[in-house]
């Protein structure tokens, strides 16, 4: 169904604009869904930030990568929820990003002894980890978020 011609975008449905943008590639449109969302989706985004500058730089990051990606959208109706799950993936690949680094800069940190090992301790450990992430990927991704971003 084509959209109705409108020519103030602030009158124009979500779904209109990006049917617009699929259209014609306007970036006009995508500035009116900018305008409506980036407040709401800063403010998503900062529950997830140390910081208000993170926060920013994700909700950016979202912004360019539905950009990148409006054409994928086939149910155009559904443009904020689509917009706030690119925002939670590029916030949990902050995350990740930066638990990751913290873990590296700790193993850097750590002048452990030239004394042997322990091989049995270290495997039991590794164990207990594997079977950690195990049961972590076994949660539904709200539980696990919660579990892990502690």
Known sequence: MPPRPVTDTRLMTDAD???????????????????????????YCRQWANDADTA??????????AIEKIDTLRSPQTFMAWLFRIARNESLNQLAVRNNRRYQDLEQCLHLPDAPMDVEALRA?????????????????ESRNLLTLK
């Open 17 to 43: 604009l990006v049917i617009c943008i699929q259209g014609s590639g306007d970036l006009r449109f995508f500035g009116e869904l900018y305008r409506r969302y980036f407040r709401r989706l800063f403010d």
């Open 56 to 65: 920013g730089d994700l909700a950016q990051t979202a912004f360019v990568k």
């Open 125 to 141: 450990r590794e164990d207990r980890e594997w079977a950690l992430h195990q049961s972590l990927a076994t949660l539904p991704d």
